[in-house]
């Protein structure tokens, strides 16, 4: 038996609430790809998950700090520790006008892994490093706004049925970003002040722009 409220530690990984989201995510709808961005208790309760209910499932997972990541290692699981990567305020604004990843104004930024507020940073990474068909994204990672690069990344990649779990869902403008990217549809915004003064997460499917 899963002991959901032992993947939560004080604000870090993910909350009994979400994995339980996450949980009805992969069994509702036959999850069989999944993209993890920010590793660590989250992977581990995807590991356990799988075993414990016998699932079939593929685990992309990045994260860009080697001591907090997860440290398992299972056929089903595919590891990247990239480094942080940034941009200015209006390399970001222009990217999402264009609803496209343009690398080229990307500047190595690893020297401010432990910043929380890290600012426009994501992992450097392509969409050579996803698969295709993409049925659930997890958001956790990495700190700072930045965190909505994922979305132009993941944009040709997903599925039909594609679902999106936000951690900090309010912290900055994810759910607007994701707007500006997908067809959004909420389906769950958790909101608590007494799990943690900024606790809040979305669950979203998401469909391409026509």
Avoid at 78 to 97: P, T
Avoid at 130 to 142: C, E, M, Q, S, Y
Wanted: aromatic residues 10%; hydrophobic residues 35%; charged residues 25%.
């Amino acid at each position: 038996m899963l002991d959901y409220t032992s993947y939560w530690r004080k604000g870090d990984g993910l909350h009994s609430s979400e994995l339980k989201n996450i949980e009805d995510a992969i069994i509702e709808n036959g999850v069989k790809n999944i993209v993890e961005f920010g590793s660590g208790k989250s992977t581990e309760f995807l590991a356990d998950l799988r075993k414990e209910k016998n699932l079939d499932y593929t685990v992309h997972s990045f994260d860009h700090h080697p001591e907090y990541c997860y440290k398992g290692e299972h056929d089903f699981l595919v590891m990247q520790i990239l480094d942080l990567v940034s941009c200015s305020d209006a390399w970001f604004d222009d990217m999402f006008k264009n609803g496209k990843y343009n690398r080229l104004g990307f500047n190595n930024c690893q020297h401010a892994m432990n910043v929380v507020d890290n600012r426009n940073g994501f992992y450097d990474m392509t969409e050579d490093c996803l698969p295709d068909n993409i049925d659930l994204v997890i958001l956790d990672g990495p700190n700072g706004n930045g965190r909505s690069i994922a979305y132009l990344h993941i944009k040709d990649k997903i599925s039909d049925n594609c679902t999106i779990l936000i951690d900090d869902s309010d912290h900055y403008d994810f759910i607007p970003r994701c707007d500006q990217i997908f067809n959004t549809e909420i389906i769950v915004h958790g909101k608590d002040k007494t799990i943690h003064p900024l606790f809040s997460y979305a669950m979203l499917k998401i469909s391409p722009k026509t």
